[in-house]
Nanobody, 117 residues
Framework: QVQLVESGGGLVQPGGSLRLSCAASGFPFSYYAMSWYRQTPGKEREVVAGISAGGGSANYADFVKGRFTISRDNAKNMVYLQMNGLRPEDTAVYYC??????????WGQGTQVTVSS
């Protein structure tokens, strides 16, 4: 059974940091590109960051460049999103997503991040 389980969300003050984690199981993790998306009410889900299957390549949405870092540990089937310099507009539900080369896609259930004073 495929599972992606996000954790690490919560309430943080502007300028603060959070580290999101996504635990994967039920599929060959090291063969899948991984990414983080986010969604706020009334808006479409948007990509935040992505990392290649081997971890050698990462890319970021312009609005998080220089603040967020995506990483993965293929030995542990984990992907992370280190978020620094958080802003109120970063408030959203953050989702973990897995993509295979043959277009299989899996989603996690999401974790809420709220940035507020």
């Amino acid at each position: 059974q495929v599972q992606l389980v996000e954790s690490g969300g919560g309430l943080v003050q502007p300028g603060g940091s959070l580290r999101l984690s996504c635990a994967a199981s039920g599929f060959p993790f090291s063969y899948y590109a991984m990414s983080w998306y986010r969604q706020t009410p009334g808006k479409e889900r948007e990509v935040v960051a992505g990392i290649s299957a081997g971890g050698g390549s990462a890319n970021y949405a312009d609005f998080v460049k220089g603040r967020f870092t995506i990483s993965r540990d293929n030995a542990k089937n984990m992907v992370y999103l280190q978020m620094n310099g958080l802003r109120p507009e970063d408030t959203a539900v953050y989702y973990c997503r897995a993509d295979s080369e043959d277009t299989r896609t899996y989603w996690g259930q999401g974790t809420q991040v709220t940035v507020s004073s």
